[in-house]
């Protein structure tokens, strides 16, 4: 333990990265049952294609089980779309039970950005429990960055 | 280590002047004078933020003669740390999976040829 080990933010996890491959195809390794089954979950995992079941409306669920291939052990996992903008934005909630085996995955809220960088595609994900007071921060962020583009757009316009 | 138990360790650390008082404790132990000087304000007020790290296990304080003195725990700081990189362990591993699942794919398929 030195001084830099001090968490320096809340419990909102961030994680970006950029894939080699267009948005459209993307979003649907999100959003179809047999393509999320093939990547979802931390090594030593698997997801059974027959498990994931996804309504893609606000209010759908997003669900799969994890099972643990050394141990068989499964760890479902019941989402449900709070907001679903395609084929750019997904926010879901994940809606814990003791049957999870997961605990602390309980009532996690997921806002997922897919941006458009032509043969790439950047996703930006954003675990937190986003309590209102960071929702509020959230938006307030946003707002201030739209202000800040609709200037040097009219600016540039001069 | 549960979720409830670690809300009360997030909810402390997510004010920047309880941080800077955890950043000053791992000097070593300080009252609430010393620990007051750095900051603009009052030590009741400074006094009201050792009492929410008390709360959340981060620091305990010991009287010694008529000053009491904070020092900081570890353990509750390092499970949120453990807390965070576990969930960015998740993610990671996942993403390296959709990476290679999208390369996977676009391989197999004349559209990924084609573009």
Known sequence: MTDTD???????????????APRELVWRFWTEPDRLASWFGPDGFSVP?????ITLVEGGEWNLTMVEDA?????????????????????????G???????????LR????????????????HQGPFTDEQKTATATGWEMSFVALDAILEGGLQ | MTTDTLSPVFAALADPTRRAILQRLTDGDANVAELAEPFSMSQPAISKHLRV???????????????????????PLREATEYMEKYKRFWNGSFD???????????????????
């Open chain 1, 49 to 53: 294609t027959e498990s994931v079941s």
């Open chain 1, 71 to 95: 141990t068989g052990i499964t760890s479902p996992l019941h989402t449900r779309f709070v907001t679903v903008r395609e084929p750019e934005y997904l926010e879901m909630v994940i809606a």
């Open chain 1, 97 to 107: 039970g003791d049957s999870n085996g997961l605990g602390e995955l309980a009532e």
């Open chain 2, 53 to 75: 790290l008390e709360g959340a296990g981060l620091i305990s304080r010991n009287r010694v003669a008529t000053a009491r003195y904070s020092h900081l725990e570890a353990d």
């Open chain 2, 97 to 115: 999976r959709l990476a290679q699942a999208l390369a996977d794919y676009q391989d197999q398929n004349s559209e990924g040829a084609e573009k």
């Open chain 1, 110 to 125: 997921l806002r997922v950005e897919f941006h458009d960088h032509g043969e790439k595609t950047r996703v930006t994900l």
């Open chain 1, 6 to 20: 001090i968490p320096v933010d809340d419990r909102d996890v961030y994680i970006t990265r950029s894939f080699h």
